[in-house]
T-cell receptor, first 113, second 113 residues
Framework: DSGVTQTPKHLITATGQRVTLRCSPR?????VYWYQQSLDQGLQFLIQ???????AKGNILERFSAQQFPDLHSELNLSSLELGDSALYFC????????????FGSGTRLTVV | GENVEQHPSTLSVQEGDSAVIKCTYS??????FPWYKQELGKRPQLIID?????GEKKDQRIAVTLNKTAKHFSLHITETQPEDSAVYFC????????????FGKGTMLLVSP
């Protein structure tokens, strides 16, 4: 167990629908990162939050949004889902002071049918 | 932004052989270079990292080398074992524990007994 908790583990939904993925970072970690992993695209950075504020944005579609709450958990909202949104979505967390790489959660596998 | 290229995309070796995976990065300001191992169906896990003020770092059978002038870094695995079979990702960031990591597309390492 990495200490980063992601729910749900699996999600199957239809095109056009909206889903919410949840991430709880390791205790003490202030930064949360969201990545999308597709078979041919590797790990694509979506968005980063630090202590409740958006810190960096990657190739995140306008249909996607995220937020980090006061208790530091984060949610990634995906709307108007398309077949191409099917992927593994990873959340990771880190502590600013250590300068170390991320710790990843186990991911949410999203299948859009 | 940063761009990380990783080669090869697949690498097959015999047990006991050495394996080398190479990455190049584009942003000369990058100064933190972690490597992650991802086993099938699991989360990426940090296996070793290096900072730009160090040229080489070793941890048992794995080592990472960094050439800042050429902007490339490599992962070396000696005496490979079947349990080393996984996808390996290199990454780069511009320092700090809350900096965004840009990942390479991954190398699938297959170690045959």
């Amino acid at each position: 167990d990495s200490g980063v908790t992601q729910t749900p583990k699996h999600l199957i939904t239809a095109t056009g629908q909206r889903v919410t993925l949840r991430c709880s970072p390791r205790s003490g970690d202030l930064s949360v990162y969201w990545y999308q992993q597709s078979l041919d695209q590797g790990l694509q950075f979506l968005i980063q939050y630090y202590n409740g504020e958006e810190r960096a944005k990657g190739n995140i579609l306008e249909r996607f949004s995220a937020q980090q709450f006061p208790d530091l958990h984060s949610e990634l909202n995906l709307s108007s889902l398309e077949l191409g949104d099917s992927a593994l979505y990873f959340c990771a967390s880190s502590v600013a002071s250590t300068g170390k790489g991320y710790t990843f959660g186990s991911g949410t596998r999203l299948t859009v049918v | 932004g940063e761009n990380v290229e990783q080669h090869p995309s697949t690498l097959s070796v015999q047990e006991g052989d050495s394996a080398v995976i190479k990455c190049t990065y584009s942003d000369s300001a990058s100064n933190y270079f972690p490597w992650y191992k991802q086993e099938l169906g699991k989360r990426p896990q940090l296996i070793i990292d290096i900072r730009s003020n160090v040229g080489e770092k070793k941890d048992q059978r794995i080592a990472v080398t960094l050439n800042k002038t050429a902007k490339h870094f490599s992962l070396h695995i000696t005496e490979t074992q079947p349990e080393d079979s996984a996808v390996y990702f290199c990454a780069a960031s511009i320092g700090g524990g809350y900096s965004t990591l840009t990942f390479g597309k991954g190398t699938m390492l297959l170690v045959s007994p």
